[in-house]
């Protein structure tokens, strides 16, 4: 059973979009679902040698990296702008997983990337031209 504190700094750093993953697992895997809420929210994101925007970026970039993760991958990339991540930086983390993991796998995630922006009314064309592309 997750303490307390630990559900309520989960839902503070991931919102409703992480909340509606665990709730999905409630009734398959409490145990999973408790380690998920103990783990990332009682350890891993308590750490302060990351910022949420940056360690967000890194997760981006791993769940990209690794292909098959467009679920969780949506998820980050709203934590991530929640947490002050601009487009263009997340799609220039993609576009360098693309150089280090494949351009496959990239477009995967900036496809995904795109729909979670549409879904937030963030154009593509605000991006580019704000980097000069």
Do not use: C, K
């Amino acid at each position: 059973m997750p303490s307390e504190e630990h559900v309520r700094r989960f839902a503070e750093i991931f919102g409703a979009a992480g909340e509606a993953v665990l709730e999905r697992l409630r009734p398959w895997s409490p145990r999973l679902r408790a380690h998920v809420y103990d783990y990332i929210a009682g350890d891993l994101y308590a750490d302060p040698a990351l910022p949420v925007r940056t360690r967000e970026l890194v997760v981006i970039a791993t769940l990209a990296a690794q292909g098959g993760m467009a679920e969780q991958l949506a998820v980050h990339l709203q934590v991530a702008l929640d947490n002050g991540a601009t487009v263009a930086e997340i799609i220039t983390t993609l576009e360098t997983v693309g150089t280090y993991a494949g351009v496959p796998r990239a477009l995967n995630a900036l496809f995904t990337a795109a729909e979670v922006f549409a879904r937030r009314g963030l154009a593509a064309s605000e991006q580019a031209e704000s980097s000069g592309r």
